[in-house]
């Protein structure tokens, strides 16, 4: 999967890149940066990430997934 087909997934999910990055697993403060090293192309994306994106794409984020702790 390219950054740009990766893009289209997380634009198709109608996720920000920080939610997605959380809808993936990532945690920590800075959560969208590993989307956009996808993105941008400066990251590989790994094969179980691409499925999980394409999944979000077709399927959506369930809600209690990716939820983004405000506290």
């Given at each position: 999967?390219t950054g ?6 997380r ?6 890149q ?9 945690t ?9 090293h ?10 179980w990430?691409?499925r ?9 984020i ?6 983004i702790?405000?506290?």
């Amino acid at each position: 999967m390219t950054g740009d087909e990766f893009r289209k997934c997380r634009h198709a999910a109608n996720a920000t890149q920080a939610k997605f990055g959380a809808a993936l697993g990532y945690t920590g403060r800075n959560i969208g940066r590993q989307v956009r090293h996808y993105e941008s192309g400066n990251r590989e994306i790994p094969e179980w990430i691409a499925r999980l994106a394409d999944m979000y794409r077709r399927h959506g984020i369930p809600r209690d997934i990716g939820q983004i702790d405000q506290g």
